[in-house]
């Protein structure tokens, strides 16, 4: 009989002992693949055992907020190098805008510059603000509008757009100044200022969790060479092309690889911009 309990008495003991010891391996495995919330051990008794499983907590603790500390920085880190960017593509767009206006002061009547004046003014209030590097695609949009307006009195009557969007995408979230640079390439591309009309239209759909844009021009297109430019970023940042270069660098960081941005030309004539990121 004595024999029994003292084998009940080694059991039970046995238990108190490899319980907490299990609990702590599965801890530290629910650690190992990232759980934090699955770690943490309310330690009960006073031993060795509860001693190592209070370090281990605090250990666990501090990991956490490391990371939790890394991924701030690594936020704020991207948020810095939009921001750069994006102050990079304004002074792009500023110089070929008031270059368009020199060029009128002295081909048109005072009221015509005064109207691109006025909407150059109108779209900088939207571009110069930097503190904002996400936007909704509504946002960008109703610039996009804006800054074709401003292209139709510059050149005008030839000139002729048209903008549709899916009201389901209004409300995704995009870089700031990420359609119009695109929309700014297919035109300085493809118009050459001759008598014929000049179109360019954008469709923004929604497709499969992404939202897709297309850019399409009515111009002479590009050459090959000019084509293969385009759609590689590596070649175009040797050439020191900014505008491109940038789409790609902030496409980059804000999707990482979870994006298509590709160049073609068109038949018989004409560009084509499409766009594609997750929603």
Not at 55 to 63: A, L
Not at 152 to 169: T, Y
Not at 188 to 217: P, R
């Amino acid at each position: 009989c004595l024999g029994v309990l003292s084998l009940l008495l080694a059991l039970w003991l046995s238990g108190e002992i490899t319980k907490p010891v299990k609990e702590l391996e599965q801890s530290m495995k629910n650690v190992q693949k990232g759980e934090f919330d699955k770690a943490l051990i309310s330690p009960e008794g006073c031993n060795e055992i509860t001693s190592l499983t209070h370090s281990f907590n605090i250990m666990t603790e501090k990991i956490q907020n490391l990371m939790a500390e890394n991924v701030r920085e690594q936020k704020q880190k991207r948020k810095s190098e939009l921001q750069a960017l994006q102050a990079q593509i304004n002074p792009h767009f500023v110089s070929n805008a008031l270059q368009a206006i020199g060029n009128a002061v002295f081909e048109k009547e005072p009221i015509y510059v005064y109207r691109l004046i006025s909407n150059l003014g109108k779209m900088m209030k939207y571009s110069m603000h930097t503190d904002r590097t996400i936007v909704f695609l509504k946002e960008e949009t109703d610039y996009l509008s804006q800054f074709l307006i401003f292209q139709a009195e510059r050149i005008g009557v030839k000139f002729h757009f048209d903008i549709q969007v899916e009201k389901e995408v209004e409300k995704v979230q995009i870089p700031k100044m990420l359609i119009q640079p695109l929309v700014e390439n297919c035109i300085s591309h493809g118009y050459t200022g001759l008598s014929e009309d000049f179109y360019v239209s954008v469709d923004v759909k929604q497709e499969a969790g992404c939202v897709l844009i297309w850019i399409k021009d009515s111009g002479i297109g590009v050459t090959e060479e000019k084509l293969e430019e385009m759609n590689n970023k590596t070649i175009l940042a040797q050439r020191g092309r900014i505008g491109i270069v940038n789409i790609y660098k902030r496409l980059q960081l804000f999707y990482n690889d979870g994006y298509e941005l590709n160049f073609q030309n068109l038949a018989p004539h004409g560009l084509s911009c499409f766009l594609k990121v997750p929603m």
